[in-house]
């Protein structure tokens, strides 16, 4: 069983179109994740979330918006897609959240997304 | 600001060598270090995790150290094999949910 899963492998489309991204994990973990990884391999965060707080990078743009339907559920929104949105997006869990925090991460394989 | 460098960017040995990999942290207060490793197409995998009071882990021929006081860690790689040809990324967890990643080592093994 994969332990977090994230839809679609590969995803290419015109500037200007909305497009999502959609992640599950099956570990029961508290607290999800979305990472951009870019062209020089380099993770950043993007969003994490757990069922009582939304932290957000401040440098993401507002077109990206995460939006969880349930606690093993982090999907990614993205309206108005930009040449420079291509990268590959990174769904992530953790176990506990705030102290509790021990820093593993279980990792989706990605999502390639290319804007033409 | 809370930072995390690793050095070299790249590096490339022959299969059967040693290898070392180094990670300097500014991070506060200080939770746990982790090394990844991200195969070419997947996402990174923990490879060991150090905390505080723990000096050297061994997982396999991956061997992570850590001194607190000099804020550094190294993942040491013995006997490298093909299949070692990866990023490794050093991770290191501050408090509540601050994870800082370092921008990763690639590492080419060669027959």
């Known amino acids: 069983d994969t332990a977090v899963s994230q839809t679609p492998k590969y995803l290419v489309t015109q500037m200007g179109n909305d497009k999502s991204i959609k992640c599950e994990q099956n570990l029961g973990h508290d607290t999800m994740y979305w990472y951009k990884q870019d062209s020089k391999k380099f993770l950043k965060i993007m969003f994490s979330y757990n069922n009582k707080e939304l932290i957000i990078n401040e440098t993401v743009p507002n077109r990206f918006s995460p939006k969880s339907p349930d606690k093993a559920h982090l999907n990614l929104h993205i309206n108005s897609l930009e040449l420079g949105d291509s990268a590959v997006y990174f769904c992530?869990?953790?176990?506990?959240?705030?102290?509790?925090?021990?820093?593993?991460?279980?990792f989706g394989e990605g999502s390639r997304l290319t804007v033409l | 600001k809370n930072q995390v460098e690793q050095s070299p960017q790249s590096l490339i040995i022959l299969e059967g060598k040693n290898c070392t990999l180094q990670c300097n942290y500014t991070v506060s207060p200080f939770s746990n270090l982790r090394w990844y490793k991200q195969d070419t197409g997947r996402g990174p995998v923990s490879l060991t995790i150090m905390t505080f009071s723990e000096n050297t882990k061994s997982n396999g021929r991956y061997t992570a150290t850590l001194d607190a006081d000099t804020k550094q860690s190294s993942l040491h790689i013995t006997a490298s094999q093909l299949s070692d040809s990866a990023s490794y990324i050093c991770v290191v967890s501050a408090r509540r949910t601050e994870i800082i990643f370092g921008k990763g080592t690639r590492l080419h093994i060669l027959p």
């Open positions: 992530a869990s953790s176990r506990g959240e705030g102290g509790q925090n021990t820093g593993e991460l279980f």
